[in-house]
């Protein structure tokens, strides 16, 4: 995290996890009454979000993957 204000590094590691403003709105409210699970809670499901979108990219890397091979072995298939 950043040096300094730990609000401020709290807010940026956010932003670089790629959280929009409601969930870091709604993350820092929670920080406010101390609802650390909430929290967790909160960022185990923008986690997922991420790694599904992660898992969409490699399927599609796998079909272009798949498609040069076919390509390169001469039996282009679509």
């Given at each position: 995290?950043?040096?300094?204000?730990?609000?401020?590094a709290v807010i940026q590691n956010?932003?670089?996890?790629?959280?929009?403003?409601?969930?870091?709105?709604?993350?820092?409210a929670l920080e406010?009454?101390?609802?650390?699970r909430e929290q967790l809670k909160l960022l185990s499901v923008h986690r997922k979000r991420l790694l599904?979108?992660?898992h969409e990219e490699e399927r599609r890397i796998d079909c272009l993957?798949?498609?040069?091979?076919?390509?390169?072995?001469?039996?282009?298939?679509?």
């Open positions: 995290m950043l040096e300094g204000d730990p609000a401020q956010l932003k670089d996890a790629g959280c929009d403003l409601e969930t870091m709105e709604r993350f820092l406010q009454t101390g609802q650390t599904d979108k992660v993957d798949y498609l040069v091979y076919q390509m390169k072995k001469g039996k282009r298939t679509t």
